[in-house]
């Protein structure tokens, strides 16, 4: 299998480093060869080549099986105003490479249950996913800034087609029928047409396809408040692009660190791009500190996903368990007596 | 002092009922004359007139000191593609009124620490005020639906101009100035364009006009988790309509039941709008078990904001305190023994 392999900024190049170790114990363990190859996005690409995203690593990741990316962005490039910038090398890659679905699972290992802000006995049986479009509205429509008498003014189109919210739809039922069978869809469709669009195209979707399963509509100010107050409830929910990008930060927050939760950007073939969910860090970065975990978790995910290697995906994560329960863990999720391990011991320890 | 009372759906009448009562109480004690004049809003407006805001509502806004609002909306006006629907009352008269800003402040009472699926100790020091823009943004743009050789498409246009963010980093900034000097300004420039514009206009006013005061910027995403991990650490968040709808529901939940969270939505003028932040719970409407304290911390704020009675509106604050610690409480925050309290009951310690 070949796996494009993005290190990008802070302590992407850290975690990544640990989760290409793991690949290559389950090729050994299970007799596959995995062979990596490196490329630049973000910071570190815009440094070297100028731009967030040079063809060089679109090309890789066109020609291979699947991407795992470690996090772009940091204070040196954060100037918004900037014409290049880190972000534009994720958003870049999602639309080249077409995938439209981003998924979040978000459980918790009973050992971590004291890390979360929320009290124990919400999260218990805590076993969401949330799948967010990621190629379509307001990240992608027309932008406009411009000067009128009145002065400034600028504007963000946000807008959906049939084609996006179908497949969407879709990919989120099937994921939910090898799950619980329930599907929450949130969207704004008390102002918003997009979400109107969005309600009655998956109505006829659920209706015609998946009348097996259960779903239901949210408001997405309603969701943000059931996250917290009733989290366990929660099966499978689907969202267009920017409240899956609020409503995913708020749901990682139930597992306490953004250290252990692992992403999959999906599109319409098997290819995909596998990352963890927290940023660059650069505050942390080149001290050994960062939880290699939702790293390695998501390289589970690369495995389940695009390569349908479901045992070795289970192996990775009992292996990720195991060490929990070792307590072999770094600093945000070391507790009471426990020792701060570093990146590379966990990543060795997995 | 005339006001508006617009009593809406559900427990709207019975909430707004109590808070009439407070309000007279209030003139009794201070030798103050409340006239209150009721007006019909969202579905019962629907029903009676045909419409979600009749004009004799607006008229009637127009011309008094202040607005008391309870709720709008419920299953039977709920279908999305229906013309009139009762949120258009809601839009309607912050658009018809320039109320473009929304205050939200969260705080806890200590005895209620228990009622949020937060840990109190992440709460105890929490005092944190979202001021959210009201009247631009996606929710007024130009919304599309049309169909097309490959389908349907919808779109929903964002737009912001110079002058509605001057108004409103210039309000919450003195809002910041007069509480514990600290502002966030919650974005998604990485993104948006209209969130550029926000940065620079905003840096631009921060800079000339409000140098004395500590501010920053917050990407929406990551505001969406601060709100969880370190709630204490805000003070003023200012941000755009849209990412104010779910950040206000998401810090609701902070203080556990909404029925103790009241709003106030400001113009240019001392007019104002007041209603308390939960909805208009048609499952126990009619029954006597709204919280109306809500509402009636809603009449504080008119006090203060539009009448300029801050003594008033500090007695009735505190009359809020006294019944919670002598344990008059519908069911939603009763706690152990305490029995649950009639909305009526409650409304009457006050
Ligand atoms: C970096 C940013 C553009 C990106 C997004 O908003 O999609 C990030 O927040 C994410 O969720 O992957
Ligand atoms: C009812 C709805 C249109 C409204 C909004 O989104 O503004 C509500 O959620 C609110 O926050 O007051």
Redesign the pocket.
Known sequence: YTITALPGDGIGPEVVAEAIKVLHAVGARYGHTFTIREALIGGIAIDQTGTALPEATVAACQDCDAVLLGA??GPKWDDPNAKVRP?QG??GIRKALGLYANLRPVTLHPLLLDASPLRPERLVDVDLLVVRELTGGI?FGEKRREQDAQGEWASDLCVYTQAEVERIVRLAAGLARQRHGHLTLVDKANVLETSRLWRSIATRIMREEFSDLQYDWMLVDACAMHLLRRPSDFDVIVTENMFG?IL??EASMLAGSMGMLPSASLGSGKMGLYEPIHGSAPDIAGQGKANPLATILSTALLLRYSLGLEQEARAVEAAVSAVLEAGIVTGDIARGEQRAHSTVEVGSAV
Request: glycine share 12%; charged share 35%; proline share 0%.
């Open positions: 772009v962005g972000e994720l958003l990240y990008d995913t930060d």
